[in-house]
């Protein structure tokens, strides 16, 4: 009876199981101790394989029995398996034992299903804090950071203590979240425990600044530390890299091996990323070099890094090399396809998925989520639907990555009633799923729903990303919401998101077209790090409300300051100079945005140049110049010149571009509209009249 929990005990499992196969009295307890040993040594599909097993054999199951057959199916995230073992529990009725409750909670928390998790965590009488830590874990790793603090908070209401794992779920949930606030005084809850040295809870420290952009606190944490392992390194190194600072990542990965630690994979696949962002592929190819051969080609996640490292460069040719290097695998040939999409070469994406299944490799979510962004970029609506057939057909069309991919595809092709079907239907929400339909709303001018949508979000408890405060503040910049945008602006305060240069280029935009521009530009003052959008997006706004001499100092400041100018920065500035009056000034940045700048003159600069030169009555300059551009004359140069044929009541040149409005679109309404001013403050009544029955007539169709 002994020699079976002995041998699984020391992971000699087939000896464990050949032994109870020869025994006559099979005891539950003996089964339970191979259970527990397939678990623990790694191989959790023979302990499901040894479970059917049991059940073939009657022999009646405890809850020693369900805690390692759920932990099983956690380790797998097989969810259909372990809802099985749930309800097998459930009749035998021990699913609210403790134990069996707690591995429940993990389990589910595991497969992706917080608020399953949390169904079974109210039923339990008694809640250990490994079941509490299971739960905030659970919410936390989901997406849901503000759902786990809520938890965090009624767990020390109930008088549970924390531990080092609680504080640790709890960090990253502030994290995830963005919560600096609650993050600065559960840090003073660990320092106050004498846990801030901790290395697992130092470290987790440094990852909870460095996710939210706090690199001065990540660092001071980082230097109390004891000891830094390298896992601390490459968390201080992940914050540099998805902060912007490639370079003081690659610096750190220097210093992290002259103080003797050497890099394991993930500080290898970090240091390729920053080399990805850097720019610097030198670096990144010395760095390959020092990977063993061996090894880059036997670990698919060293090996995806570098796949997209050279993506990143787009050296395709190089990431394919790596990828036939590598076992067939589905990790690899998902970074290349991921690559690819980055890169917006979505047909060869599409052509390497096909691919991809030929060699007789299965999609996982990975690849779903990346192809279906493909379909989105293309608008391949009916792709996308075939996909999304197979996906329901794989019953995977719920699932939380997929889910919100194809949320994002239907939206952002136009079909808000699909897109808004699936949401619905997901059996979890987080903020990529929000976000997608936020801006799906937002893309098609439903900015009221937009705004709705994103109230809802925030009642369920889900805190919004970057993306997300992108979407809303252009919806409320677009209604005129500026109530909404101040509120939204504090919130992204509170949360350290408006450091951040998207978001802050958002809200100059956003304060711009509600008419606050000096609100606008007290926010632009306060962007640490500025870009050319930052920048352009200012510019933007100081000339919708036609205040020239603003956008004149501000396009000489950026130009100062040493940034580039862009194709908007040059639309800004013509357009100032046609509200100004400034014929002359116009001409001149017309031809330094070509002759100095190398930007070459797009259809929407010759309409803004045509507009200036039509404000000023000179037509015939206006003409020229149509006739020189390199493109032909869409709808709105022609709609320029017929609003300046009117102001200056040139009948000739009216009827000409009239003509050429028509000939394009000839139910066209604006066209007649204008044409039918120009001739009757010509004192032109029958032509106007003329005019108004032919237009009539071609609106008809007739």
Known sequence: MHLVPMLAESGLMRDAQHVLDLLPDQHESLWNSILSGYVRYGQPQQALSLYAKMQDSRVHPSTHTFVPVLSACAKLKDIQKGREVHAEAARHGVDTEVHVGSTLVDMYTKCDLPFKAQE?????????????????????????????????EKMQLEGITPNSITYVCTLKACGSSGAIDKAQDIHSEVSKCGLEKDLYVGSTLVDMYANVGCLAKAEAVFDKLTYRDVVSWTSLMNGYVEHGQSEKALQAYQQMQLEGNSPNKYAFV?????????????????LHACIPEAVSSRDSFIGSALINMYTDHELFARAHEILHSLHNDVISWNSLI??????????????????????????????????????????????????????????LATELVIGSALVDMYANCGYLTEAQEIFDKLEARNVISWTALIS??????????????FDSMEREGISPE????????????????????????AAAARKALDRELIVGSSLVDMYANCGLLFTAQEVFDCIPVRDAACWNALLVGYAQLGESYMVFRSFDKMGIEGYRYSVTSFISVL????????????????????????????????????????????????IAIINRMPFLPNLVIWHTLLGAVRKWSIVDIGRGAFEQAIELNRRDSSAYLHMFGIFSEAHMQDDAFHIQALGMKNMAGL
Request: hydrophobic share 40%; aromatic share 8%; charged share 20%.
């Open 338 to 395: 991921a690559g690819y999409v980055k890169h917006g070469r979505n047909k060869e994406a599409l052509g390497y998925y096909h691919q991809m299944k030929v060699k007789g490799l299965t999609p996982n979510t990975g690849t779903y989520a990346s192809i279906l962004k493909a379909c989105s970029t293309l608008g391949l609506i009916n792709v996308g639907k075939a996909i999304h057939t197979e996906l329901i057909r794989e019953d």
């Open 120 to 152: 079974v965590f109210n039923r339990l009488a008694v809640r250990s804090v490994v079941t509490w830590n299971s739960l905030i874990a659970g919410f936390s790793a989901n997406g849901f950071g503000e759902r786990a603090l809520y938890w965090f």
């Open 575 to 622: 357009n100032a100079c046609s509200h100004a009056g400034l014929v002359d000034l116009g001409k001149e940045f017309f031809k330094f945005m070509s002759e100095r700048c190398d930007i070459i003159p797009t259809l929407q600069h010759h309409s803004c140049l045509i507009d200036l030169l039509g404000r000023a009555g000179l037509l015939e300059e206006s």
């Open 270 to 286: 970090c240091t390729l990323k920053a080399c990805g962002s850097a720019g610097a592929i030198s670096k990144g190819l010395e």
């Open 440 to 453: 799906g709303y937002v893309k098609h001018g439903a900015h009221q729903e937009a705004l709705d949508h």
């Open 466 to 489: 970057a993306t997300t405060l992108i979407c809303i503040l252009k919806a409320c910049g677009l209604l005129g919401a500026t109530e909404k945008g101040r509120a939204i602006h």
